[in-house]
């Protein structure tokens, strides 16, 4: 259960119709989670698989595909933000994020234009725009955060990316406190385990310890983050459930990452898995020497971790983009 008096905050990486009018209020009311996330993906096979939107699909002939998908999307993100609104309220989250199209993410104006249309359609406060973070995204951060709406950077691997997007944030932030806004936020998303299945078994042979990378790649952010004492902006850990299969505890990622001042966003059974056994105390920060050592070693073998992060970039990038292509093509 979630202590309301620790500044750490639990958001489920899932929506789905029948899901967010059942379990997903009974987690809110039992205090697990305090906010959610949404990503083309989890979209895509919400849609396609669940029967959830066949009467609403119904009424939505004659429509273009994304027509339909933004119609069932706007319709799950109200609903789930309806439902978190009172933690919203009383200031303890409540938030919930949906992603602009991901074929915009190269494009300042056509993102920009389409997260306020669908932050105007959705009509709540507690709803974050996801924004990869590409060049163009750091441009719509900032206008998106100086007009109030609230924004999820997304795809963040590296510490220069992470480091453009808090000021990219930073500055749209003074620019909507300074003309009397009150309440817009910030979470820049550090992607933490696909680090570890990239590059575990190349570290395993080299005798190179694993499941590390992503950790310390994240709690490098995060002291970024921290010490640039920004209130309105958090370090948001994503991509934190462990595959079938994989050597590690199902909580890992929650576990090895709890930290004041920050969230953590995962599939429901690594929640579940954590609930069993939270943290009693923070791991973060993480002395800045430990992790250089870990990447020093990893300079030593040989991987470029700049390589890495242009890798993972690109692969996050396509996948949302195939995985929202799909979508469409099953609407049409």
Not at 14 to 35: A, C, M, P, S
Not at 193 to 201: A, G, K, V
Request: proline share 4%; glycine share 6%; aromatic share 10%.
């Amino acid at each position: 259960m979630l202590d309301r008096d620790i500044p750490f905050s639990l958001w489920l990486d899932f929506v789905e119709r029948d899901f967010i009018k059942t379990k997903f209020v009974e987690l809110i009311e039992k205090r697990i989670i305090n906010g959610a996330t949404s990503n083309p993906s989890i979209f895509a096979s919400a849609i396609m698989h669940s029967p959830a939107y066949k009467e609403q699909l119904s009424s939505l002939e004659g429509k273009s595909a994304k027509e339909k998908y933004e119609a069932l999307a706007i319709e799950d993100i109200k609903l789930a933000a309806q439902a978190l609104r009172p933690l919203y309220d009383e200031g303890h989250d409540g938030y919930i994020s949906i992603e602009v199209d991901p074929f915009l993410s190269h494009d300042t104006k056509a993102t920009v234009r389409e997260a306020k249309r669908l932050f105007k359609a959705i009509g709540e406060p507690n709803v974050m725009m996801k924004i990869p973070a590409t060049p163009e995204g750091y441009s719509a951060m900032r206008q998106l955060l100086s007009t109030g709406i609230s924004v999820n950077a997304t795809l963040i691997f590296s510490l220069l990316q992470a480091k453009k997007c808090l000021r990219a944030m930073k500055k749209g932030l003074s620019v909507f406190e300074n003309s009397g806004g009150r309440r817009a936020r910030g979470v820049i998303s550090v992607f933490v385990s696909r680090f570890d299945r990239m590059l575990d078994p190349k570290l395993e042979a080299l005798g190179i310890e694993t499941a590390k990378t992503g950790i310390y790649n994240a709690a490098r952010i995060y002291n970024m983050i921290e010490e640039s004492h920004t209130p309105s902006v958090r370090a948001l850990f994503a991509s934190t459930g462990v595959k079938e299969g994989e050597k590690l505890p199902e909580d890992y990622y929650i576990s090895e990452l709890y930290a004041s001042h920050a969230v953590n966003t995962a599939p429901l059974r690594t929640i579940y898995a954590y609930m069993e056994h939270p943290q009693e105390s923070f791991v973060l920060p993480i002395d800045k020497s430990i992790i250089s050592a870990h990447f020093a070693k990893l300079k030593e073998a040989g991987i470029v971790m700049s390589e890495v992060y242009e890798t993972l970039l690109e692969e996050g990038l396509r996948s949302f983009e195939v995985s929202f292509g799909q979508m469409l093509e099953s609407l049409k």
